[in-house]
């Protein structure tokens, strides 16, 4: 029996089978799994699954987040990159673009690297995101930015790394993980919080979507610097 065919999801370089969403594999990275993903061909073409659970953009966008900046010349600014798993998909997505991957936990950069061997579309920089200034050099203005850092400065720190590296038309999400911003609050009060803080500070706030069942007390928010 042959596998059900996969439809394009609205947001370009993902494709979807009911609930699974699914990246096409990065060319020079075919059948290399970076967190037990299975594969699946279509028309001779190898595709990734991208579980929910285990990477928060693709709960995102099950929850459907609206379209944004993601195009396969995009570059990325990419922080807290942990070992790689979600921004090895974007990687797919970007196959002819850039991803500058920021990580500062060592045990977390070196499984990273074993993901960057073969995508050559990643640069990591083993470095601490609340500093910008130590890797202006390496990167330049980008099309999206995205955070997913625990943090109880995550949004100070996301603030600070759009401002340094958007342009106008520049997009970002930022994850936002509740319990590491003040936990005598609820998930919903610092939701509020960090949205308060960005229009505060001159941002859009034009999405917000919590991240259950996929994820417990997070929520995902597409934001864009007003001009």
Known sequence: MQPPTMKASSQPGIWQDHKKLFTRTYP???GQQVYNEHFRT???KEYRSWNPYRSKLAA???KNIPPFNLTPTSHILYLGAATG???SHLSDIASDGMIYAVECAPMAMTKFLQVTKTR???IPLHQDASH???YRAFVPQVDLIYQDIAQRQQAD???NNFNTFAKPETQGILMVKARSIDVSLSPQQAYNQVEHTLIENGFTVNAVKILTPYDKDHAVFLV???T
């Open 28 to 30: 020079t990275a075919q």
């Open 42 to 44: 279509q028309k001779g």
């Open 60 to 62: 995102a966008l099950l």
């Open 85 to 87: 798993t979600t921004v």
């Open 120 to 122: 050559s579309n990643i």
């Open 132 to 134: 910008p200034d130590r």
């Open 157 to 159: 720190i996301f603030m």
């Open 224 to 226: 864009q610097k007003k």
